[in-house]
């Protein structure tokens, strides 16, 4: 059975283009913005976009007929993924926040008295780790759905 489709891979790229226009349009720690969060008009239709690449990859995992050593291999390969993504995006969480001169409790942050998504933070949502969360956690979660259906 065939993995990839055209639609998987279509989804593939038009996410990898808007997680860029993401961070083309959120403004850096270091740059005053007055102009509200331009950004925000591309996080909606990427979350879309992601939606339809995690239900295209949950099909593609589905048309697979996997060996249950090489589905170990996976499983394993997967969940390690997925927490080095969570450890990743939880260090940029951190720098970011730490750049922008604190939290948005804190007075002399960049980002005081904003909501969490704002034009300084919406690569905290919407970004390579986020995405390959996603990836790794859909891989993960089929291939151990895919295994117990089978026995």
């Known amino acids: ?24 349009f959120t403004i850096r720690p270091h740059v005053i913005s007055g102009n509200g969060n331009l950004g925000l008009l591309i996080v909606g239709p990427t979350l879309i976009i992601f939606i339809f690449f995690a239900k295209s990859l949950w099909q593609g995992f589905g048309r697979l007929r996997i060996k249950s050593n090489r ?37 002399e942050s960049r980002i005081y008295r904003f909501p969490w998504l704002n034009q300084y933070t919406n690569t905290l949502f919407i970004n390579v780790y986020t995405f390959g969360i996603l990836a790794a956690g859909i891989t993960f ?3 151990i759905l895919n295994r117990i259906k089978r026995n």
Do not use: H
């Open 71 to 107: 589905s170990t291999m996976i499983i394993i390969g997967a969940f390690v993924l997925f927490i080095m993504f969570c450890i990743l995006e939880y260090q940029f969480a951190v720098n970011l926040i730490k750049e922008l001169g604190g939290s948005s409790k804190e007075p």
């Open 141 to 143: 979660l089929k291939i």
């Open 1 to 24: 059975m065939k993995f990839w489709s055209k639609s998987l891979v279509c989804w593939l790229v038009l996410s990898l283009v808007f997680i860029f226009l993401v961070d083309l």
